[in-house]
């Protein structure tokens, strides 16, 4: 729908406006062609109300061929097609509305007389019409700036919403479940395990609250969380579960999202790890390539293993923080091998300033 016809409000002062414009038609018309007051208000009263419509199309013509992408000589040709198409039309209508009312008053109408006014109304109708596409025209750079606005805080709010699960995720119930359980067993063979097991648990817990918190953190900070989760399921599955970490200086020093890794590597150990007898390793790798920050968690695949409910949610989670960051620089690449399971992520390399640790 036009947005002038959105509101009864703007119905009316758009008409409104269309009525002093009658004024003025009304002021030239007179000047070409003195008549009485009663006759001019009977001829242009409809013409200006038909062409105030008319003018309204103008917005679909405007939205066909945008400032941005339209050539300027291409734009002139579309302002001056379709004012002198609207205009013409006006002319005719206002012609023939002209000799029906010569009918009706039974007054003779000079030929003469009708080519001025015809002139006359050709020339303001160009006008007019050229006029309402450059309001319109604006009208559509406010709503341009609107829906970019309006995307902004889409953006803002999904950023935040996937932190959030993210966050949610770091205390899912069968993970606090699993390591709880683990806990008990070891209490009573292995308390120096048990111990141990509910200390990082607890660092565990503490450190993913402080980084949830913030808009960015270092990625050293990021990996000291994950390593954090990872000694947890170590003291779980014990020498199933290994992990291998190559991560440069330069990468440790840059900023991500807070919890953005956590996800990845969770996922490596559920659908990696604890699917395998013989267990296997989770490897975290991270380098800077040119502008690129490139982090990749990886971990072993049972191609014969059947797929778990709830696989690939933390991907899906990573990938739309991703996309909520800039969906230009950012890229979320999955690898599924015969034997390994790979995703890499890439997103702009910027060195942590916030204070805190920057270096692994």
């Known amino acids: 729908m036009h947005p002038l016809l959105a509101s009864r409000v703007r119905q009316a002062l758009y008409l409104a406006a269309w009525a002093g414009i009658g004024a003025l038609l009304a002021v030239m018309l007179g000047t070409v062609r003195p008549r009485p007051t009663p006759e001019m208000v009977a001829f242009l009263a409809p013409l200006t109300l038909f062409y105030a419509f008319a003018c309204l199309s103008a917005w679909w013509v405007c939205r066909a ?30 012609a023939a509305w002209a000799a029906a009312l ?33 309001f319109h025209y604006f009208l559509l750079i406010v709503e341009t700036a609107r829906m970019a606005e309006r995307r902004l805080l889409e953006t803002q709010v999904t950023a935040r919403e996937a932190e959030l699960r993210a966050l949610r995720s770091q205390l899912h119930p069968h993970f606090l479940f699993n390591s709880l359980n683990s806990i008990s067993a070891l209490a ?17 817990l503490r450190v993913s609250l402080g980084l949830g918190a913030r808009p960015r953190v270092s990625l050293a900070e990021e990996l000291a969380l994950a390593e954090l989760y990872l000694g947890i399921e170590q003291v779980r599955f014990g020498e199933r579960l290994a992990v291998g970490k190559q991560v440069s200086p330069e990468a440790c020093a840059c900023a991500v999202p807070p919890l953005l890794i956590q996800p990845l590597v969770e996922n490596a150990v559920k659908h990696g790890v604890a699917d395998r007898v013989e267990g296997g390793t989770v490897r975290i790798e991270a380098c800077v390539r040119g502008a690129s920050l490139e982090i990749e968690v990886a971990n072993p695949r049972d191609p014969e293993a059947p797929p778990r409910r709830g ?41 942590y300033e916030a204070g805190g640790p920057g270096g692994c």
């Not at 960051?325 to 910027?350: G, K, M, Q, W, Y």
């Open 65 to 94: 061929n945008p400032l941005a992408t339209t050539p300027p000589e291409r734009l002139l040709a579309v302002v001056a097609v379709a004012s002198g198409l609207a205009s013409a039309v006006w002319v005719a209508l206002g």
């Open 311 to 351: 696989q690939g949610m933390g991907l899906e989670n990573v990938r739309r923080r991703l996309e909520a960051l800039d969906p230009a620089a950012t890229r979320v690449e999955v690898f599924r091998e015969p034997d390994s399971f790979r995703v890499r992520l890439r997103l702009p390399a910027v060195a």
């Open 188 to 204: 009573g063979g292995q308390p120096e395990a048990a111990r141990r097991m509910c200390q990082l648990l607890g660092e565990f």
């Open 102 to 134: 010569a009918r009706i008053t039974q007054r003779p109408i000079e030929s003469a007389w009708l080519v001025r006014d015809a002139t006359a109304l050709g020339a303001a109708g160009v006008v007019l019409y050229a006029q309402s596409m450059a």
